[in-house]
């Protein structure tokens, strides 16, 4: 599904948020890595309101999938949003 990852952004108590590249269209991706032992009620929440989103100015979702015993979201986000995250 993605192309390369960049390294983590940063690493929070819910997990880590990489920058990432999507293989076919070339989007540059965040991919949040939660671990399954975290609160999935929280995450299942955060996903249904990324469903919602579709703006260049905020966040797109792209999809999210389990692997190993982490859940992997992934989102398309502003170059604003990129600032805040990583300054």
Same mark, same amino acid.
């Not at 390369?4 to 920058?19: E, H, N, P």
């Given at each position: 599904?993605?192309?390369c990852f960049t390294g983590a952004l940063f =690493?929070?108590?819910y997990g880590s948020v990489y920058k990432a590249e999507h293989?076919? =269209?070339?989007?540059v991706l965040a991919i949040k890595?939660?671990?399954v032992d975290t609160d999935l009620q929280e995450i299942i929440k955060e996903i249904s309101i990324m469903q919602q989103c579709d703006s260049q100015y905020i966040v797109k979702y792209y999809g999210s999938y389990?692997?190993?015993t982490d859940l992997w979201v992934s989102f398309?986000?502003?170059d604003v949003v990129w600032l805040t995250l990583i300054m």
């Amino acid at each position: 599904m993605h192309d390369c990852f960049t390294g983590a952004l940063f =690493t929070r108590s819910y997990g880590s948020v990489y920058k990432a590249e999507h293989k076919e =269209t070339g989007q540059v991706l965040a991919i949040k890595q939660v671990p399954v032992d975290t609160d999935l009620q929280e995450i299942i929440k955060e996903i249904s309101i990324m469903q919602q989103c579709d703006s260049q100015y905020i966040v797109k979702y792209y999809g999210s999938y389990f692997k190993n015993t982490d859940l992997w979201v992934s989102f398309c986000i502003s170059d604003v949003v990129w600032l805040t995250l990583i300054m």
